[in-house]
């Protein structure tokens, strides 16, 4: 039977004093915590940057002859123009004392051209949807609701007709879908970030044009997904709750922070405190998200979503700092200024505390085997985590890596970052009875700040124990020691993936200078000398390492290997010796592969 959210004020009496009991606890909670200094920063830098990013659209707006949504939308960054659409409403109806556009005439007129293009796009389409995401109907429907007043009413019934012929096929589809045993993907046949993504526009279209079925249903699934969807470490799992998506989990994240603003549910408030936690530790000092623990994508951006959901803590406050500064006006993406608009829109200003990119030393370990700790300028994420193979689906990564390294002044050097159908990419591999397998069965991390991590991984026929000690300021080592179980493999492997640039020199002990270009490169143990030196770093490696470029890694969205260069890995591969045939079953300390990092 579902349950009934409703999210009409005031709220029924045992609702209401539920909410003020546990606000009350989390108020406790964020006053106990150690106060910085109040933020200067935010939300002004947002206005500052849909300052800058709204003037492009308006000369595109202005450019001959005539603009339309699909030539828009071609330019490159401008896939989802229609959501430039709020920042220019943002600008003219948000008051602030650093929008120094509030009230002004220029931005009202800007936004009602490109609400009125969408809507003549929209009706274009007639019985199909207008936008490929509903993302961009959402920030339509925030510009709606902040311009009624100033719309007049046979604007206000257009933009109205557009925006909820948009909503209604959603609505369809998420009441098929609100009883189903999990929000992931193999029961909802959708990702968990469109399913919230279409509760928070269904939510908003219900309060908004009066609509309390749409509402209701709306705030029902985003409240499962505060109360029940999320994983006890902060995510909201795409194919499963074994681990996290870390780039999507950002969109999840928003949902539920929007729902906050219309709901005040107290669950929503406590997942998105988890779900802070999470982002804060799993970011990279460049802003990126840590692709090792990552099911679907390779490769992120910094994330413009969300950022007014961490803007209820402290911590939070100075994150959204953090992850803004890495934004510039002249060269925004058309989502990114609309998300950007939407955290001016709901931002909360308060204190700032450090968050772990300011500090010199932190480590955090989930629930699940899955880990990170920054010691100096090194950030090392190491991942035991196992998942059930996607195999009909594109979009899921294998989780067949298991370590990446960063460092703060070069960057990802080594990725844990999953692929599909390529087992050479995967930290390790097993062919046996004419089969290649490439993920763990089993896993175990233990981390302690005085004696160093240790990732457990076992295989069918081995398990290896990676150690890697404390690294000093120069030096990080990676140290595998493997044991042999029954029978060995007729072949076995460890890979690791380098972050290799295309253009750059590469050297290796043995004399061997290669510029890295599109040209195949294969160097053996008698060419590489026992180390490589690449992008100011330099990497001892095993006497029996190989190193192989380009490798060109999984893309899900194209079903087929990259063909960019700046997307290509380099590996660097030795072979497993895990005992001679007739041994004893289990041989402890079979092999030992070392490899050691140094910065120029």
């Excluded at 003020?20 to 106990?32: E, F, G, N, T």
């Excluded at 603009?67 to 071609?74: E, F, G, M, P, S």
């Excluded at 050297?507 to 200078?513: D, I, K, L, N, V």
Aim: aromatic letters at 12%.
């Amino acid at each position: 039977m579902s349950r009934k959210i409703v999210i009409e004020e005031p709220f029924f009496p045992a609702l209401q004093k539920l909410l003020a009991v546990r606000m009350a606890m989390l108020a406790m909670l964020v006053l106990s915590a150690p106060i910085n200094v109040v933020s200067s920063q935010l939300p002004a830098q947002y206005f500052r940057l849909l300052e800058a990013g709204i003037v492009r659209v308006s000369e595109q707006m202005d450019a001959p002859p005539g603009a339309n949504l699909k030539t828009l939308a071609a330019r490159p960054g401008w896939k989802h123009f229609p959501q430039s659409i709020l920042a220019a409403a943002v600008l003219y109806a948000k008051q602030h004392p650093t929008n120094t556009h509030y009230r002004d005439p220029k931005m009202l007129d800007l936004a009602v051209r490109i609400g009125d293009l969408l809507a003549t796009e929209c009706e274009k389409s007639h019985s199909e949807t207008c936008f490929e995401e509903e993302w961009d109907a959402h920030m339509w429907l925030e510009a709606y609701r902040l311009l009624a007043p100033d719309l007049g009413e046979e604007r206000r019934a257009r933009w109205r007709l557009s925006i909820e012929a948009e909503v209604a096929p959603l609505v369809s589809d998420a009441l098929k879908r609100q009883e189903f045993p999990w929000y992931n993907t193999p029961y909802i046949g959708t990702s968990p970030n469109h399913f919230a993504s279409w509760a928070a526009l269904i939510l908003l279209s219900g309060r908004v044009f009066g609509n309390k079925d749409w509402e209701s249903l709306g705030a029902r699934i985003l409240h499962r997904f505060a109360a029940e969807e999320q994983a006890p470490d902060g995510y909201w799992g795409e194919h499963s709750r074994s681990g996290p998506t870390t780039g999507y989990n950002h969109i999840t994240f928003t949902q539920v922070a929007f729902y906050w603003e219309y709901s005040k549910d107290p669950a929503a408030l406590e997942a998105l405190r988890r779900a802070t936690d999470f982002h804060e530790h799993f970011t990279y000092p460049d802003g990126a998200p840590v692709e090792t623990i990552n099911d679907r994508n390779r490769y992120w951006r910094v994330d413009s979503w969300g950022h007014f959901g961490f803007s209820h803590f402290p911590d939070g406050r100075r994150y959204a700092e953090f992850l803004t500064g890495f934004f510039h006006g002249d060269d925004l993406t058309m989502d990114d200024l609309g998300r950007l608009a939407q955290d001016a829109l709901y931002y909360h200003e308060g204190p700032t505390e450090p968050i772990p990119q300011d500090q010199p030393h932190y480590s955090y370990q989930m629930s699940v085997p899955a880990g990170i700790r920054k010691t100096g300028p090194w950030v090392v994420c190491l991942s035991g985590l196992i998942s059930t193979q996607a195999v009909n689906s594109r979009f899921y990564l294998d989780r067949q890596g298991n370590l990446s390294v960063f460092h703060n002044k070069l960057g990802l050097i080594v990725t844990g970052a999953g692929s599909k159908r390529q087992p050479d990419l995967a930290t390790f591999f097993e062919k046996l009875q004419g089969q290649t397998f490439h993920m763990p069965i089993s896993s175990r991390l233990q981390m302690s700040d005085s004696s160093g991590d240790r990732l457990s991984l076992a295989y069918n026929t081995f398990f290896t124990d990676l150690y890697v000690p404390r690294p000093s300021e120069d030096h990080l080592q990676l140290r595998f020691v493997m044991t042999g179980r029954g029978e060995p493999p007729p072949d076995a492997q460890l890979n690791l993936q380098l972050c290799l640039k295309a253009g750059e020199t590469l050297e290796t002990a043995a004399g061997r200078r290669i510029v890295l270009g599109t040209e195949r490169v294969e160097l053996g143990p008698d060419e590489l000398g026992g180390w490589i030196h690449h992008h100011g770093w330099r990497l001892n490696t095993d006497p029996m390492a190989r190193l192989t470029w380009p490798a060109y890694p999984h893309n899900p969205y194209a079903d087929a290997p990259e063909t960019a260069l700046d997307r290509a890995v380099g590996v660097v591969s030795v072979p497993l010796k895990l005992g001679a045939k007739g041994g004893k079953y289990i041989r402890p300390n079979a092999q030992e592969i070392s490899f050691t990092l140094t910065p120029d």
